[in-house]
């Protein structure tokens, strides 16, 4: 009888710890508002699907943390919910305007009319006034509508299409009450109650299996050897960090363990590293420990062959067998999965641009595509993170998932697997694995800026000055402190440190980050050295960095090619490769776009990474959508019968291809004058299926300046 082709599906549930260890408050609220919006529906939606099988990897600090908010701790956000907005001071009322429109706007602002109506009272008095006293914008009445719509947003969609309390307060809509918010609160708590208990009963119905991370997600390979930077990517600066700090790794894996044991009634047998960071010693460690099975990325893999896969013209692996089935090292019986790197990213990114019927689709398409492909018996890996890609999806994903799960129940060729049940087919041999992450194969967002290194180096003078202290502690002190460096070893830290990535909050990041260190010292009854006072960053965060503005008038040929120095030398650059964010595309075909400006044209000229022209003439096709509140422009480039077909070019508008790509838009397209703002897109397709839009999240924004703008620039 024919194998079918299993489908092992893994969704990756964290956040890292954020209470502070001084206050023991939480500084930021994403921990409870992530579990309002999806952990308990990403598992209750299995009601509706049960022959479905899938792996869910829940970190402990998110456990930890949901019991701590279940205990009766708060957060400022939350503080400022429950605060009667007849109450609100005047720090309070900046607070709740700032903060309380921090999701999603077309999906989770727009859709509703009374929060979309607050949204645009905010943006219209930002445009009159950079700080305003929004005591003087908004009522009373208005703040507690805000207090309530910003729990209302992130609830559940079962909660918003189920539950008759919240739908009641929808249909609502404005004019809420204290005693309003009172049921927002108890539905919260409720939600928060209800999680853990889900998971335990799809477990117990054998529809789920649960895997675990390292207690507070820390990349494992680093912890033991943080020169591993170095070696997965050579090209990194030297730097000088050397520890081997097995000590602690071991202790996070049996406090991982242990919690899932007293939480759920069973050890996991596997094990999710932190962003799929793997190494020769993090398996040797995983296997002492009695762990079945782990995972890591495709890339991982490909540096690990003897030859690294490929994929033809149609992003098929051509090697599915090298792929999609397990492996383990040479001498070990430890099974290591690695995901298909496409098909994960196009969920995590890619397929929120879509119909939810069309992407589930397309998704399911390919995943047959790779069972017809064959050869038989394939186990094809999908792992990505279950909690942050929904945010950008309608109705936070769940009419994606309903459809995809649809298709996949009802194909008799291919079965979703757990990933306990996908390792009993036999595995393959790997003779070495070279270490490294999901992320380019390497671990450049953790280690690689410099500071990413002064974190990894005031972290290690701290471990330091413990050890050296340890043994006239207390047992107890000596687990307070063990905690608080644990909870600094975390992944998080490091990935907001650096470049790559941007967050609004990487002020808090970084100084719980230190109060965690201060607090060790503290506690050791020493002072701390005052760099632990210094932040660490010592840039200007990637979103604003990598955007310069045009210093001058433009006027570009638009003929594809950089044919002139001085053509595009007064243009605005976008450094697309800097950009980053809760979760990282890796490998985007774009490097740089320019930007520039006539006084009625915009001038676009991107630059990929091989010869533009080239993408097009194997499959790919590319759409520039350009918006902005008055009207919206969309253009397409794609190759057909040997020509290049632009579609939507007209009035004005076009567009060349060569090495580069340039772009000429006439303002009239947008409505657009001096001074007006746009937002810009790019929507790669390959063979007609989405295959990347870049940025992955928001568009760029774009602000035409005016002469006075440009006049800073002038010499005289």
Same mark, same amino acid.
């Not at 004019?175 to 209800?194: C, H, M, N, P, W």
């Not at 380019?440 to 413990?466: C, M, V, Y």
């Given at each position: 009888?024919?194998?079918?082709?299993?489908?092992?599906?893994?969704?990756?549930?964290?956040?890292?710890?954020?209470?502070?260890?001084?206050?023991?408050?939480?500084?930021?609220?994403?921990?409870?508002?992530?579990?309002l919006?999806?952990?308990?529906?990403?598992?209750?939606?299995?009601?509706e699907?049960?022959?479905?099988?899938?792996?869910?990897n829940?970190v402990?600090?998110?456990?930890? @943390?949901?019991?701590?908010?279940?205990?009766?701790?708060?957060? &400022?956000?939350?503080?400022?919910f429950?605060?009667?907005?007849?109450?609100?001071?005047?720090?309070?009322?900046?607070?709740?305007?700032?903060?309380?429109?921090?999701?999603?706007? &077309?999906?989770?602002?727009?859709?509703?009319q009374?929060?979309?109506?607050?949204?645009?009272?905010?943006m219209?008095?930002?445009?009159?006034?950079?700080?305003?006293?929004?005591?003087?914008?908004?009522?009373?009445?208005?703040?507690?509508?805000l207090?309530?719509?910003?729990?209302?947003?992130?609830?559940?969609?079962? %909660?918003?299409?189920?539950?008759?309390?919240?739908?009641?307060?929808?249909?609502?809509?404005?004019?809420?009450?204290?005693?309003d918010?009172?049921?927002?609160?108890?539905v919260?708590?409720?939600? =928060?109650?209800?999680?853990?208990?889900?998971?335990?009963?799809?477990?117990?119905?054998?529809?789920i299996?649960?895997?675990?991370?390292?207690?507070?997600?820390?990349?494992?390979?680093?912890?033991?050897?943080?020169?591993?930077?170095?070696?997965?990517?050579?090209?990194?600066?030297?730097? +000088?960090l050397?520890?081997?700090?097995?000590?602690?790794?071991?202790?996070?894996?049996?406090?991982? =363990?242990?919690?899932?044991?007293k939480?759920?009634?069973?050890?996991?047998?596997g094990?999710?590293?932190?962003?799929g960071?793997?190494?020769?010693?993090?398996?040797?460690?995983?296997?002492?420990s009695?762990i079945?099975?782990?995972?890591?990325?495709?890339?991982?893999?490909?540096?690990?062959?003897?030859?690294?896969?490929?994929?033809?013209?149609?992003?098929?692996?051509?090697?599915?067998?090298?792929?999609y089935?397990?492996?383990?090292?040479?001498?070990?019986s430890?099974?290591?999965?690695?995901?298909d790197?496409?098909?994960?990213?196009?969920?995590?990114?890619?397929?929120?641009?879509?119909?939810?019927?069309?992407?589930a689709?397309d998704?399911?398409?390919?995943?047959k595509?790779?069972?017809?492909?064959?050869?038989?018996?394939?186990?094809?890996?999908? #792992?990505? +993170?279950?909690?942050?890609?929904?945010?950008?999806?309608?109705?936070?994903?769940?009419?994606?998932?309903?459809?995809? %799960?649809?298709?996949?129940?009802?194909?008799?060729?291919?079965?979703?697997?757990?990933?306990?049940?996908?390792?009993?087919?036999?595995?393959?041999?790997?003779?070495?694995?070279?270490?490294?992450?999901?992320?380019?194969? !390497?671990f450049?967002?953790?280690? @690689?800026?410099?500071?990413?290194?002064?974190?990894?180096?005031?972290?290690?003078?701290t471990?330091?000055s413990?050890?050296?202290?340890k043994?006239?502690?207390?047992?107890?002190?000596?687990g307070?402190?063990?905690?608080?460096l644990?909870?600094?070893?975390?992944?998080?830290?490091?990935?907001? %440190?650096?470049?790559e990535?941007?967050?609004? +909050?990487?002020?808090i990041?970084?100084?719980?980050?230190?109060?965690?260190?201060?607090?060790?010292?503290?506690?050791?009854?020493?002072?701390?050295? &005052?760099? =632990?006072?210094?932040?660490?960053?010592?840039?200007?965060?990637?979103?604003?960095?990598?955007i #310069?503005?045009?210093?001058?008038y433009?006027?570009a040929?638009? +003929?594809?090619q950089?044919?002139?120095?001085?053509?595009?030398?007064?243009a605005?650059?976008v450094?697309?490769?800097?950009?980053?964010?809760?979760?990282?595309?890796?490998?985007?075909?774009?490097?740089?776009? $320019?930007? @520039?400006?006539?006084?009625?044209?915009?001038f676009?000229?991107?630059?990929t990474?091989?010869?533009?022209?080239?993408? $097009? &003439?194997?499959?790919?096709?590319?759409?520039?959508?350009?918006?902005n509140?008055?009207?919206?422009?969309?253009?397409?480039?794609?190759?057909?019968?040997g020509?290049?077909?632009?579609?939507?070019?007209?009035d004005?508008? /076009?567009?060349?291809?060569?090495?580069?790509i340039?772009? #000429?838009?006439?303002?009239?397209?947008l409505?657009?004058?001096? /001074?007006?703002?746009?937002?810009?897109?790019?929507?790669?397709?390959? !063979?007609?299926?989405?295959?990347?839009?870049?940025?992955?999240?928001?568009?760029?924004?774009?602000?035409?300046?005016?002469?006075?703008?440009?006049?800073?620039?002038w010499?005289?």
């Amino acid at each position: 009888m024919s194998q079918k082709t299993r489908l092992a599906i893994l969704w990756h549930m964290h956040q890292p710890n954020y209470q502070n260890p001084h206050s023991k408050k939480f500084d930021l609220p994403w921990l409870r508002l992530h579990a309002l919006k999806d952990y308990f529906g990403m598992v209750h939606i299995l009601e509706e699907f049960p022959s479905l099988r899938l792996t869910f990897n829940l970190v402990p600090s998110l456990l930890a @943390g949901l019991q701590l908010y279940l205990n009766g701790v708060s957060d &400022e956000f939350l503080d400022v919910f429950r605060k009667t907005a007849d109450d609100l001071n005047p720090e309070e009322i900046q607070f709740l305007v700032r903060h309380f429109f921090s999701i999603h706007y &077309e999906n989770h602002i727009k859709p509703y009319q009374r929060y979309d109506e607050l949204y645009k009272k905010k943006m219209k008095r930002l445009g009159q006034q950079p700080d305003p006293d929004w005591r003087r914008v908004f009522t009373t009445a208005e703040l507690r509508d805000l207090q309530v719509w910003f729990q209302l947003t992130y609830f559940d969609e079962f %909660y918003k299409n189920g539950d008759p309390r919240v739908e009641a307060l929808i249909r609502k809509g404005r004019q809420f009450s204290e005693s309003d918010k009172q049921t927002v609160g108890a539905v919260a708590d409720e939600i =928060l109650g209800r999680i853990i208990p889900e998971y335990i009963k799809f477990k117990d119905l054998g529809q789920i299996e649960l895997s675990t991370s390292p207690f507070y997600h820390p990349i494992l390979p680093l912890l033991l050897d943080p020169q591993a930077g170095k070696k997965a990517n050579p090209s990194l600066a030297p730097y +000088d960090l050397d520890f081997n700090w097995e000590e602690d790794a071991r202790a996070q894996l049996q406090a991982a =363990l242990e919690l899932m044991q007293k939480t759920f009634g069973t050890r996991p047998l596997g094990i999710w590293p932190p962003e799929g960071g793997l190494s020769e010693a993090v398996l040797h460690l995983l296997e002492k420990s009695a762990i079945a099975w782990t995972a890591s990325d495709e890339e991982v893999l490909s540096r690990s062959l003897p030859h690294h896969l490929t994929r033809d013209a149609g992003f098929m692996v051509n090697d599915p067998k090298a792929l999609y089935t397990s492996y383990s090292l040479a001498g070990s019986s430890l099974k290591i999965f690695f995901r298909d790197h496409l098909l994960s990213d196009l969920i995590g990114f890619y397929y929120q641009k879509f119909p939810a019927a069309d992407a589930a689709a397309d998704l399911f398409s390919r995943i047959k595509a790779i069972a017809q492909a064959g050869p038989e018996g394939l186990t094809i890996p999908v #792992i990505l +993170d279950g909690e942050n890609a929904w945010e950008f999806y309608v109705h936070s994903g769940r009419d994606f998932l309903r459809e995809f %799960y649809r298709l996949v129940s009802l194909d008799p060729e291919i079965e979703t697997v757990t990933f306990s049940t996908a390792m009993e087919r036999p595995a393959r041999e790997l003779q070495k694995l070279k270490s490294g992450s999901w992320i380019n194969g !390497n671990f450049d967002i953790w280690i @690689g800026d410099r500071d990413d290194q002064r974190a990894w180096e005031l972290l290690k003078s701290t471990r330091d000055s413990f050890m050296s202290a340890k043994g006239r502690l207390t047992p107890e002190q000596v687990g307070e402190i063990e905690e608080l460096l644990h909870t600094a070893q975390g992944s998080d830290w490091f990935w907001w %440190y650096g470049k790559e990535n941007y967050t609004p +909050d990487i002020e808090i990041f970084d100084d719980l980050f230190r109060q965690n260190l201060q607090k060790i010292y503290q506690l050791l009854g020493q002072p701390f050295p &005052e760099e =632990l006072l210094i932040p660490i960053p010592s840039s200007t965060p990637t979103d604003r960095l990598s955007i #310069i503005g045009p210093q001058d008038y433009l006027e570009a040929r638009i +003929d594809g090619q950089n044919s002139d120095y001085f053509e595009w030398l007064d243009a605005g650059r976008v450094d697309i490769l800097s950009y980053g964010g809760a979760m990282n595309i890796a490998n985007p075909l774009v490097k740089t776009l $320019f930007f @520039g400006f006539s006084h009625d044209h915009i001038f676009l000229r991107i630059d990929t990474k091989k010869n533009a022209r080239t993408y $097009f &003439e194997n499959g790919f096709s590319l759409r520039l959508l350009l918006q902005n509140e008055k009207q919206r422009w969309q253009g397409a480039i794609r190759h057909q019968d040997g020509e290049l077909v632009l579609d939507g070019f007209s009035d004005g508008a /076009g567009a060349a291809v060569g090495r580069i790509i340039e772009v #000429i838009l006439p303002f009239r397209a947008l409505a657009l004058n001096e /001074g007006g703002e746009f937002r810009l897109q790019m929507h790669w397709s390959f !063979n007609g299926q989405p295959f990347q839009a870049i940025p992955a999240r928001e568009p760029i924004s774009f602000k035409v300046p005016d002469a006075r703008a440009y006049s800073a620039y002038w010499q005289v």
